[in-house]
């Protein structure tokens, strides 16, 4: 037996000693390597060598499906509209070819990249610096919630790219700290979910002071009409590119879907997050105030919850995200727009509380679980006001959901303020009935007349409601009483 000490790190120990086994010949999967060689890899994409080179160093070979087809379209300088989920690789599709076309000998910001939070920022301009090492770019963040003294000092320094969130870098429009008049590139990223949160007027004023003849990439996960409205006015002949559908297409993800009545969804909530006590679960709702009414009824029954919408600021998102990442919440109850960006893996399973209005937002939410190779669930309530929605779904994606079964508990009903899912019929008067004709507060009814409140009531001094005047007055008006 060899007694000589080996070094603690596993990749060195053992070098100097002989090998006691006879080296096994590697088994050779020539199939895997004709694979591997026909795949689309960056260095056969327009981009720099520098670039190039750089992507390898950071260990990116081959591109995914959103990065392979917007590439050469950004590179050429066309305006692009890409539409794929997040995690598909947005950053890089607009990121390296921008990066390969900036002068690095210029000081003014030829580059600007608008996202709807700090955080997604953040992810951005880590990326961008990265590659711009290769090529001597330098980028500069500018995002609210920070002091603006570090952003500052970074645009001073001569930074070639912009990446920051609407409302800051329109506060350091406005007040001259930053210029965009030789801006050549500009790039809205989860344009979508700017709408959702208000920047889309920010983002307007901001594209007004760029000159009309730069590139605009807009990236989203749907285009809803005000962003088709953008896209129009601020792009010139935009070509579209879409991914929307490669997330779903993952075998690990395992549908479902449960018909049943809308003020029942809650309990069907409560019997899942009671089953699977310590798993993450993100909740999707179509309104905020659904997401409002679902956090509250899970938190006032003691499960960890929190949630995501548009209303709420940097600093609440923040935490929730925090905490959501650490499992002190293991269920994020949000809408759509809100939860795009988020950076959470293993997402146990998934719930619409909400049907979908768009085929391309249901496989965004469901793209949430069953990453990086992991076993994924998810669950569709559909109440009868969602079957058109449904079927649309089921029919356009073509994916195996299957149903279950589930019968509620007995002696529920409904709350009085269980939400409306469609309006309800006129009925003529407030209360129900006709007020007209014989009906109970006209001709010779109980509040006219004689009544009991006319004439010497206690609370009239000769009139019905004043004092000695016209008895027909207007019984809507009521006078403050004088102090």
Known sequence: ????????????SGLDEPDSDPPKEEVVNEEEIKEEESKTQFTDLPLPTEIQDQ????????????????????????????????????????TAPIMGKLDPERVGIQALVLCPTRELAQQVEEVASKL???????????????????????????????????????????????????????VLDEADRMLDM????????ILQHTPPERQTCLFSATLPPKIKSLTRRFMKDPETISTISEMATVPEIDQ????????????????????????????????????????RD????????????????????????????????????????????????????????????????????????????????????VDPADKLSWDRITRETGFDITEKEWTPPSGI??????????????????????????GPRSGGGPRSGGGPRSGGGPRSGGGPRSGGGNSGGNRNRRSKPGR
């Not at 080996?6 to 990749?11: I, R, S, V």
């Not at 392979?68 to 539409?83: N, Q, W």
């Open 1 to 12: 037996m060899n007694n000589t000490p080996t070094n603690g790190d596993d990749f060195l």
């Open 55 to 94: 992507l390898l160093k950071l260990g990116f070979k081959f591109p995914t499906p959103i990065q392979e087809l917007s590439i050469p379209v950004a590179i050429k300088g066309l305006d692009l509209i890409g539409k794929a989920e997040t995690g598909t690789g947005k950053t890089l599709a607009f």
């Open 132 to 186: 711009g090492e290769a090529v001597g770019i330098r980028v500069a963040l500018v995002v609210g919630g920070i002091h603006a003294a570090q952003q500052l000092m970074q645009l001073r320094r001569g930074a070639q790219m912009v990446v920051g969130t609407p409302g800051r870098v329109l506060d350091f429009l406005k007040s001259g700290k930053i210029r965009l008049g030789w801006v050549e590139h500009v």
């Open 198 to 205: 208000g920047f889309i007027d920010d983002v307007n004023d």
């Open 256 to 295: 479902k879907y449960i018909r049943c009545q809308d003020w029942t969804k809650k309990y069907w909530i409560h019997e899942i997050l009671n089953q699977h006590p310590n798993e993450t679960c993100i909740i999707f709702c179509n309104t905020r105030r659904a997401v409002i009414e679902l956090d």
């Open 298 to 381: 899970l938190w006032g029954r003691g499960f960890p919850a929190g949630s995501l919408h548009g209303d709420h600021d940097q600093e609440r998102r923040f935490k929730v995200l925090e905490g959501f990442r650490d499992r002190q919440i293991t269920t994020l109850v949000a809408t759509d727009v809100a939860a795009r960006g988020l950076d959470v893996e293993a997402v146990a399973r998934v719930i619409n509380y909400d049907v979908p209005d768009e085929v391309e937002t249901y496989v965004h939410r469901i793209g949430r679980t069953g990453r990086a190779g992991a076993k994924g669930e998810t669950f569709s309530l």
């Open 413 to 438: 009903r409904p709350e009085p303020g269980s939400r409306p899912r469609r309006p309800r019929p006129s009925s003529g008067g407030r209360h129900g009935g006709s007020r007209s004709g014989g």
